[in-house]
């Protein structure tokens, strides 16, 4: 089995050496492939460190297309059975090459591990956000080691941050089934995120935190944008939406952790957008519950499954028809 590691950058050579040092140290990556997203000034060769630079493939595109762009143009050109993507600005764990001995000669479509995020560590903590680590207790694998989770537990899993560097994905599996990432400004990653769990009949969990998440305020990073760009969060949550009820069903499990996710991130975003936007905002929310409830046919079933969660979703809908 072999493994690579895909990084887009865009103006974070500093980031990328900390973390190519480490990718080296770890020496668990057949292949390297790095995207420089036209940053300012273009990387270079002597940007690698010297002992991966015989498995490294650097791209250049001349015009920033975002995170997704760079990751889909990757995952054109990997030629390894099992691909990492991962950020310039994070860092991997000695977990890692420890998870990849254990999943030589298994089957799967992905493995989702744990992270660690630097939020909690400013609490004294170690490990995920809360809600991160309530879904993986509920999901009946926060610990145990490697394992395959049930039926019950992956509408759990899904649930949990939409990110793009917790999971070794068999290369195979995101071609056959044309997994993309959303090639917009901000919320890329949620596309390819839920269509993994729809698509996936081989999922494997792993309790080991193989990566280190940086949270800062301020800065380039996606978290921070506050601009009319988050209006296009609705984009990847309707693919989302439309592929899961192409293959599980409108009113499968996974359905509904969908509208839990999407409830909970459309709250977010409507606090962290300004207010002479939120009106737009709430009109396009609204649009989307109809996606989102099948224009109506699944209302009932959600009222019995969740009938608090029913209450809430609708109440943001009247809110965006401008009847609340």
């Known amino acids: 089995m072999t493994l690579a590691l895909i990084v887009p950058v865009h103006n974070d050579a500093d980031g990328l050496s900390v973390l190519l040092q480490r990718?080296?140290?770890?020496d668990c990556f057949d292949q390297v492939v790095i995207v420089d997203d036209a940053s300012d000034i273009p990387l270079s060769?002597?940007?690698?460190p010297e002992s991966l630079r015989d498995r490294s493939l650097l791209l250049r595109s001349d015009e920033s297309g975002g995170a997704g762009h760079a990751r889909n143009r990757a995952l054109e050109v990997v030629d390894t059975e099992s691909l990492l993507f991962f950020d310039s600005d994070d860092l991997l764990t000695g977990e890692l090459p420890c998870l990849w001995r254990e999943l030589q000669g298994r089957a799967f479509d992905f493995c989702l591990f744990k992270h660690h995020d630097s939020r909690v560590l400013e609490r004294d903590g170690w490990g995920q956000m809360p809600v991160?680590?309530?879904?993986w207790r509920l999901a009946g694998v926060s610990a145990g080691g490697l394992r395959v989770p049930d039926s019950a537990a992956r509408p759990c899993l899904a649930e949990?941050?939409?990110?793009p560097w917790n999971k070794?994905?068999?290369?195979?599996?995101?071609?056959?089934?044309?997994?993309?990432?959303?090639?917009?400004?901000?919320h890329n990653d949620i596309a390819v995120h839920w269509d993994s769990f729809s698509c996936a009949e081989n999922i494997l969990v792993s309790d080991r935190v193989a990566a280190i998440h940086f949270v800062r305020p301020g800065g380039q990073r996606l978290t921070n944008r506050r601009s009319r760009d988050r209006l296009r969060v609705f984009e990847p949550l309707r693919h989302a939406?439309?592929?899961?009820?192409?293959?599980?069903?409108?009113?499968?499990?996974?359905?509904?952790?969908?509208?839990r996710f999407s409830f909970g991130l459309m709250n977010w975003v409507r606090g962290n957008i300004p207010e002479k936007i939120r009106g737009e905002y709430d009109r396009r929310a609204a649009g989307f519950i109809d996606c989102l409830l099948?224009?109506?046919?699944?209302?009932?079933?959600?009222?019995?499954?969740?009938?608090v969660l029913c209450l809430k979703i609708l109440l943001m809908q009247a809110q965006g028809r401008g009847i609340a």
């Open 23 to 26: 990718a080296a140290e770890l």
């Open 45 to 48: 060769e002597s940007d690698l």
């Open 132 to 135: 991160d680590n309530m879904l």
């Open 160 to 163: 949990t941050a939409n990110y």
């Open 168 to 186: 070794i994905y068999r290369t195979g599996f995101l071609r056959e089934n044309r997994l993309k990432f959303s090639e917009i400004p901000v």
């Open 241 to 259: 939406a439309e592929g899961i009820r192409d293959r599980q069903g409108a009113q499968s499990p996974l359905m509904l952790a969908l509208i």
């Open 294 to 307: 099948d224009e109506g046919r699944a209302l009932d079933w959600l009222n019995r499954r969740d009938p």
